[in-house]
């Protein structure tokens, strides 16, 4: 079984940066996808970004320019750097993670809150 362990939530004004940081333990194979998921009160939980083990890339329209998510596949680490946040980047955010991109999301951490102060 899969765990991930979510870090680096916090409160920041807008026009900050903050960076989230999630490791995988307790995998016997690679994880190819990992990613991004954020739930704000109220609405549906979205794809932020996805990653997969050979650096593919791809990202919710609207963070493109603003988040940059990488990887390090020697620790299964994920990270989302989160530049020029805005009020509505306001959410839980969830890491999430994969066997196999095709079946991207399988796995979940418990969450870490973001919040942007206008």
């Known amino acids: 079984q899969v765990q991930l362990v979510e870090s680096g939530g916090g409160l920041v004004q807008a026009g900050g940066s903050l960076r989230l940081s999630c490791a995988a333990s307790?995998?016997?194979?690679?994880?190819?996808?990992m990613g991004w998921y954020r739930q704000a009160p109220g609405k549906q939980r979205e794809l932020v970004a996805r990653?997969?083990?050979?650096?593919?890339?791809n990202y919710a329209d609207s963070v493109k320019g603003r988040f940059t998510i990488s990887r390090d596949n020697a620790k299964d680490t994920v990270y989302l750097q989160m530049n020029s946040l805005k009020p509505e980047d306001t959410a839980v955010y969830y890491c999430?993670?994969?066997?196999?991109?095709?079946?991207?999301?399988?796995?979940w951490g418990q969450g870490t809150q973001v919040t942007v102060s206008s």
């Open positions: 307790g995998s016997r194979f690679s994880i190819n996808a």
């Open positions: 999430a993670a994969a066997y196999q991109v095709i079946l991207f999301p399988v796995y």
């Open positions: 990653i997969t083990s050979g650096g593919s890339t």
